[in-house]
């Protein structure tokens, strides 16, 4: 069974913020969607240091929020880009998107 979300990240998170918790998923979930469609750019532009940087962004976004599935697959991405392969990438960065599905689906009903 593949772990999308750390739920104890989760739960501290939620515990330290409170109401604030909803407030951080919700701009969490609007800039990945943002990054995802800058990473998807940079990959048909062949824009190495644009993919990196949106991979980048979303790893870090990721590991705070324990999506950690997520974060490892934005530093294959990332790793990729600043070795000048992002060419290579629409098989990961698809995988990217997927997992990303599998996060929000889950960030979603913890704020329902």
Same mark, same amino acid.
């Given at each position: 069974?593949?772990?999308?979300?750390?739920?104890?990240?989760?739960?501290?998170?939620?515990?330290?913020?409170?109401?604030? =918790?909803?407030?951080?998923?919700?701009?969490?979930?609007?800039?990945?969607? &943002?990054? &995802?469609? &800058?990473? #998807?750019?940079?990959?048909?532009?062949?824009? /190495?240091? %644009?993919? #990196?940087? %949106? %991979?980048?962004?979303?790893?870090? %976004?990721?590991?705070n929020l324990g999506?950690?599935?997520?974060?490892?697959?934005?530093?294959?991405?990332?790793?990729?880009?600043?070795?000048? /392969? &992002?060419?290579?990438?629409?098989?990961? @960065?698809?995988?990217?998107?997927?997992? =990303?599905?599998?996060?929000? #689906?889950?960030?979603?009903?913890? @704020?329902?």
């Amino acid at each position: 069974m593949v772990v999308h979300l750390d739920a104890l990240q989760l739960k501290e998170l939620k515990e330290v913020l409170e109401d604030e =918790f909803r407030v951080l998923v919700e701009t969490y979930l609007q800039d990945a969607v &943002l990054r &995802l469609g &800058l990473m #998807r750019k940079a990959y048909s532009e062949g824009d /190495n240091d %644009a993919g #990196r940087q %949106a %991979a980048h962004s979303l790893k870090g %976004a990721s590991a705070n929020l324990g999506a950690n599935q997520l974060s490892a697959l934005c530093e294959k991405v990332e790793h990729n880009a600043k070795a000048g /392969n &992002l060419s290579g990438c629409e098989e990961l @960065i698809g995988q990217v998107e997927a997992e =990303f599905g599998h996060v929000k #689906r889950e960030l979603t009903q913890m @704020i329902a």
